[in-house]
């Protein structure tokens, strides 16, 4: 309801003076605010963006919010997914920015779809929605997003965020480009890392999520100077915005229904391959490990392929840091080399997949190793309590 019958639309006393800081701007104004009001805006996903901007959307006074996601609050979310609290720690994200929205503002209607978006349902989700506000974390999902939009003709407001750095735009606005034409096709599989591998700085999605609600709310009110056509880049670290323009591309694919996302992106067939590869390594759990530990052996090296801020977190005893990026570029095998020896190789990570990747390449150089499963994440929940865990 982008151009909603202002006249039918009512404020309550209460409502004017909540507003009022709205209402005195000229650029929103009495009839911007009932805009707000008759507006619905979807978010998916209640994670480090979706934490902030939910929290302004419902202080704004969106009328009707609609939550996409099937996680639960985790300790670790706590440093920058600021709409949850310590004592929803276990419990779903979605009601707990429920709650909290409700806390904001007890007016506003809450949908939740505690469920993954998917090609089976992302119509039916999205269709009742103004605007849709993309707050996920993996490229599947985005490119779902992207086309149930442009499907549905409905704005998306994109953000995302790595370590340092983030970037924000509008997509599918007034003629404007779609997801597809800022990434024609998705990354290999595992070549961006996730936060939980590369981190992410607890402020940066605040950022990138408050400008995802700016959006949001100007193309409420209809505003012209939208983030359509522009990328916003924004790096924390040296504190510096950078845009760059971006237009539509006109051989571009049709987008005339939604397809299968996980096998465009290429995630069944990386599975696939990692499941190959493991199947090619042996693998011992933390257990043993502790077994060949206690028993004072000296026929082997554990190797720790993290990375050396993770190594200072946490360290399985007697471990040997080298790490995956110096195995990939080379520069690490001989050192792996004099380290073993003629000695037994075990090597580990934080859960058991960067390993995996490092006995893989060290296997085409003739070094055999064992893969610990589950890694140091395992190793403190079932070995060692007193390593943190992170």
């Given at each position: ?92 994200k979605i009601q707990s920015a429920k709650n ?248 580990h990570c934080k859960m058991g997949g960067r ?36």
């Amino acid at each position: 309801m982008l151009n909603p019958n202002l006249e039918a639309i009512e404020l309550s006393k209460e409502e004017y003076q909540r507003y009022s800081r709205h209402i005195i701007l000229p650029e929103v104004g009495l009839d911007g605010q009932k805009r707000l009001k008759a507006a619905s805006v979807l978010c998916i996903g209640t994670g480090g963006l979706g934490s902030p901007l939910l929290l302004y959307l419902a202080a704004a006074g969106v009328g009707r919010i609609g939550i996409v996601d099937f996680d639960i609050v985790d300790s670790s979310n706590l440093q920058r997914q600021i709409i949850h609290g310590t004592s929803w720690v276990g419990k779903p994200k979605i009601q707990s920015a429920k709650n909290r929205i409700l806390e904001i503002n007890p007016d506003c209607q809450v949908d939740l779809y505690e469920t993954a978006l998917t090609s089976a349902n992302a119509l039916d989700i999205l269709a009742p929605y103004d605007v849709v506000i993309d707050g996920t974390d993996n490229f599947p999902t985005r490119y779902l997003t992207n086309d149930a939009c442009v499907l549905l003709n409905k704005p998306n407001v994109y953000g995302s965020i790595f370590r340092f750095e983030g970037q924000a735009t509008v997509f599918n606005y007034q003629d404007g480009p779609n997801y597809r034409d800022l990434y024609p096709e998705p990354p290999p599989p595992g070549m961006v890392p996730s936060c939980a591998e590369g981190g992410v700085l607890g402020v940066l999605p605040g950022i990138i999520g408050t400008i995802q609600a700016t959006e949001a709310i100007k193309i409420i009110l209809g505003a012209e100077n939208t983030l359509s056509g522009r990328l916003l880049l924004y790096n924390a670290w040296d504190m510096k915005f950078r845009e760059l323009k971006l237009r539509p591309n006109p051989e571009r694919p049709v987008i005339e229904k939604l397809i299968d996302y996980e096998q465009f992106c290429g995630i069944p067939q990386a599975r696939a391959e990692a499941a190959k590869q493991q199947q090619a390594i042996a693998e011992i759990t933390v257990r043993e490990l502790k077994q060949i530990l206690d028993s004072d052996a000296k026929d082997f090296v554990l190797l720790d392929v993290r990375n050396p801020n993770e190594y200072e977190i946490a360290r399985i005893p007697d471990s040997v840091l080298v790490p995956l990026s110096e195995i990939e570029n080379g520069s690490g095998i001989e050192k792996i080399k004099e380290l073993t020896n003629g000695h037994k190789l075990i090597a580990h990570c934080k859960m058991g997949g960067r390993s995996a990747k490092a006995l893989g390449i060290l296997k085409k150089a003739g070094i055999e190793g064992i893969n610990v499963k589950g890694g140091i994440a395992a190793w403190s929940k079932e070995v060692d309590p007193s390593v943190p865990e992170y």
